[in-house]
């Protein structure tokens, strides 16, 4: 397989069905046709679950498959297990093991997404989350982009990002996800490559799945975590970069209209990778085009994710032996 031009990663689409390989389900490896839940179980039922996207990009010089940000992922997945009263019986760096393993065993060598998945299993009709059986499965499907990462035209939804005091905006709950859904749904159907939500408050909050940075007068500009926001670890590997290329970052509400006036705006996450915005509303974002910040940030992390730029190496985990 060639590799992947800065910008970009290669594989499928994600509407692609799932299907083949190996995953990690009731403690051990075992083919994903055979990891299987019944129909009364109680995530599938009422959305009492909660995950994470991992994405692993392939190093064709090297022939290494390299894992990114393993830890901060798996640190996040027992948070938001926490959150909603789930036992994960694995430490981050077991999860890790696990997922290094499971990747190896099926002999991947290309860009993958990795899924953990953390669910209420038992299966009865009870609303709640206390002295219910949990489970835990991790499997991975070759991935491309999830959305282009240049060009995207997007709209601000009707939709409201949900608030953290309604289902924890903060922890990655799939019952949540409905939210996002919905809004990005509505923005496809209109024409629209993604969907920005607004907050209860009427500020902006993020994309539909995604954290949302804005570009004004040279300073990079993103919402608050108070701003009912996923607490994004690409969001976190953004002001890592920014800091690393002088570029100034300003934590603050943002509203609606200044998406309107920004001279650059860009989506960030583990799926979207760094997805440039030229168009809010059928309004051009400055001239149009990708701006360079944006273009210098997406530059920097596509040469880090691949184990190309020695800065970040601490952002990898290696899956094969050298």
Not at 146 to 172: C, E
Request: charged content about 20%; glycine content about 8%; some cysteine.
């Amino acid at each position: 397989m060639a590799e992947a031009s800065i910008g970009s990663a290669e594989g499928p689409s994600a509407r692609k069905e799932i299907v083949e390989g190996y995953c990690f389900f009731k403690g051990r490896l075992m083919p994903l046709a055979e990891a299987t839940v019944g129909v009364a179980t109680h995530a599938l039922n009422y959305g009492t679950g909660c995950f994470e996207g991992i994405r692993a990009y392939w190093n064709s010089r090297e022939t290494q498959l390299y894992i990114l940000k393993a830890h901060e992922h798996f640190d996040r997945l027992r948070r938001s297990a926490r959150i909603l009263k789930m036992d994960v019986p694995y430490t981050s760096e077991e999860l890790v093991d696990w997922t290094v393993r499971m990747l190896a065993h099926n002999e991947f060598h290309e860009d993958m997404y990795i899924r953990p998945l953390v669910f209420k299993s038992a299966q009865l009709i009870k609303v709640g989350l206390s002295g219910l059986r949990d489970d835990l499965a991790i499997f991975a499907t070759p991935l491309g982009n999830y959305v282009a990462t240049q060009g995207l035209q997007v709209t601000v939804s009707s939709w409201q990002r949900i608030a953290d005091n309604i289902i924890p905006s903060r922890a990655k709950v799939t019952g949540a996800y409905v939210n996002a859904a919905l809004a990005s749904d509505q923005a496809t159907a209109d024409g629209y490559d993604e969907a920005i939500m607004l907050g209860q408050d009427g500020h902006v909050a993020e994309g539909s799945s995604s954290n949302l940075f804005m570009v004004r007068d040279g300073r990079l500009v993103t919402a608050p975590i108070t701003a009912d926001i996923l607490e994004g670890i690409t969001r976190e590997a953004v002001f890592q970069m920014a800091a690393d290329l002088n570029i100034a970052v300003e934590v603050r509400p943002i509203d609606r209209t200044e998406l309107y006036v920004a001279d650059e705006l860009f989506l960030s996450g583990t799926g979207v990778q760094l997805a440039g915005i030229v168009g809010v509303d059928r309004r051009p974002v400055g001239d149009g085009r990708p701006g360079p910040v944006t273009t210098a940030l997406q530059t920097t992390y596509f040469r880090a994710v691949r184990g190309e730029d020695p800065r970040y190496r601490n952002w990898l985990t290696p899956v094969y032996p050298q």
